[in-house]
């Protein structure tokens, strides 16, 4: 009859004294297989971008302008001299709706919205470009079951007639 005799398990490890516990430890750490680095884009973005900060700064602002107005008048904003006001609402709305537009398309691609663009602005343009197109709805749609419609893209006798 034969037996095998084996070591016990722990009569093969090496012992460990209390003051190399500690090197002991970290010489048989497993290294991660990857490492992740985050880039940070505070510096300057792209052209698209810095056009995006810019167009979405200008245009939320107009934008809650002229849906107050809409709200309160009834109207929307009047066209101004020459129609420059008017032509910076609907210029505005368009701006809003590429901004929302752009970020759905990103969101669909990648998973994840716009970048944050310089100094955090893109992202900070992109919310508020949300907020906006939430706006919109609401008081169109408040303004369609009041009038009965919504003032359209060119300035009416009932309004500035």
Same mark, same amino acid.
């Given at each position: ?22 090197a002991a430890s970290t010489k048989f750490r497993r290294q991660p297989l990857l490492k992740v680095r985050a ?26 302008? &002229?849906?107050? %107005?809409?709200?309160? !008048? =009834?109207? +929307? /904003? @009047?066209? *101004? #001299?020459? $129609? ?18 752009? &970020?759905?398309? %990103?969101?669909?691609? !990648? =998973?994840? +919205? /716009? @970048?944050? *663009? #310089?100094? $955090? ?26 009038? =009965? ?5 060119? #300035? ?6």
């Amino acid at each position: 009859m034969l037996i095998l005799l084996s070591p016990s398990p722990t009569s093969l490890l090496p012992p460990i004294n209390t003051r190399n516990a500690t090197a002991a430890s970290t010489k048989f750490r497993r290294q991660p297989l990857l490492k992740v680095r985050a880039e940070s884009s505070d510096g300057g973005g792209t052209a698209a971008e810095t056009a995006a900060v810019v167009g979405g700064l200008v245009s939320n602002p107009v934008i809650g302008w &002229s849906l107050y %107005t809409l709200k309160t !008048t =009834g109207c +929307g /904003l @009047p066209p *101004g #001299p020459g $129609g420059s006001i008017g032509a910076l609402e609907g210029v505005s709305y368009l701006a809003v709706a590429g901004i929302v537009g752009w &970020s759905l398309y %990103t969101k669909t691609k !990648t =998973g994840s +919205g /716009l @970048p944050n *663009g #310089p100094f $955090g602005l893109l992202g900070a343009v992109e919310g508020l470009s949300y907020l906006s197109l939430l706006a919109i709805i609401v008081v169109f749609g408040l303004q369609f079951f009041v009038q =009965g419609s919504i003032p359209g893209p060119l #300035p009416s006798e009932q309004c500035f007639g």
